[in-house]
């Protein structure tokens, strides 16, 4: 018998985070049948050893990293639910999920996001903004704090009271808790492969709007997500992902010159940044110097990436 929903979950080294998951999923939905998907991708934590002890899923094993993007699109191709819904690995549901699955069974929506925290209770900000060349460009200036700066982010987190209620046109949701139909998924052939993580959300909402649906918010009970903490810095690989993600979904939306002028922006952002955190690491204690010239570091290497994807257009290599 098709369930309702099929839940998505790709896993890397999260031992330490499925256990918690997995028993919260056992209370996620009180009016529809799911079943469970994982994918690990060739973790060396044991999460594959264990899982294959649980009775409760069915596990995909690729055999190497697929990324998230690659992880979720295994799962669709054998997941038999009406309704995808995509979780992190390093979650816990603080409620049931059945709002989400029944707005993405609503006529003319193509997919949903939930509300979001993180382990300290923080809100995470999971709304998003159409990535425009010139919004990523200017994302960078540092002006998150700023009070009116619609056209300098990238996410809503001006105003936490919109997470209070529904948004029913909203240009993408975070991908960490997204509930979208299976024949939606499928008709636009899941997330874009070429992305690995990162960004694979919002091009995939770009995609869904472009089909004439609606991608919309609803303030359910609310998803816990640990690992991301809401740290500053999470280290240069995300940042060199990140930045190659910026370069493909600008050239899938914008076209390759939109790309490589958005690469030189970048570039020059991203060298300035690398300027300022040496300064500070010269200036800062020693506790916070290693930090400081790690950030530097990895400022230098993606501006360095984007430099050469400016001047070769080809899309950056995955580090």
């Known amino acids: 018998m098709q369930p309702d929903v099929s839940v998505l979950i790709v896993n890397y080294n999260g031992q330490r985070f499925l256990d918690v998951l997995l028993d919260s999923l056992a209370h996620a939905f009180v009016r529809h ?74 006529p003319g929506v193509g997919a949903v996001g939930g509300r979001l925290q993180y382990g300290d209770g923080r809100l995470q900000y999971s709304i998003g903004l159409a990535h ?33 209620t529904a948004q029913a046109d909203v240009d993408w949701v975070s991908g960490a808790c997204l509930a979208t139909r299976s024949d939606v998924w499928h008709a ?28 919309q918010y609803r303030p359910t009970p609310g998803v816990t997500h640990f690992e991301a903490g809401g740290q500053a810095w999470v280290g240069s690989s995300a940042l060199l992902r990140t930045a190659r993600s910026y370069f493909i979904i600008v050239s899938s939306s914008h076209g390759g010159s939109a790309a490589r002028l958005l690469s030189a922006a970048l570039s020059l952002l991203f060298a300035l940044r690398a300027g300022a955190f040496a300064l500070l690491g010269c200036l800062a204690a020693a506790p916070r110097r290693a930090l400081q010239f790690d950030k530097a570091c990895g400022f230098a290497r993606a501006a360095g990436s984007m430099t050469r994807a400016c001047l070769t257009g080809v899309v950056p290599k995955l580090p």
């Not at 460009?137 to 209070?164: F, I, M, N």
């Not at 992305?195 to 609606?214: I, N, P, S, W």
């Open 33 to 106: 049948s799911s079943e469970i998907v994982v994918v690990d991708n060739a973790s060396s934590d044991g999460s594959a050893a264990w899982l294959r002890t649980r009775a409760d899923l069915r596990l995909v094993e690729p055999g190497w990293n697929t990324g998230f993007t690659g992880g979720c699109n295994l799962a669709a191709r054998v997941a038999r639910g009406r309704v995808l819904l995509l979780l992190n690995n390093d979650m816990v549901l603080n409620g049931a999920l059945d709002e989400l699955v029944d707005a993405a069974l609503e």
């Open 132 to 164: 425009t060349p010139s919004r990523i460009a200017l994302s960078w200036l540092g002006l998150e704090c700023w009070p009116r700066a619609p056209a300098l982010l990238r996410k809503v987190q001006t105003d936490p009271s919109v997470y209070d």
């Open 188 to 215: 636009l052939q899941g997330f874009d492969d070429r992305l690995f993580m990162y960004c694979e959300d919002v091009d995939y909402g770009r995609r869904v709007r472009r089909q004439g649906l609606a991608v």
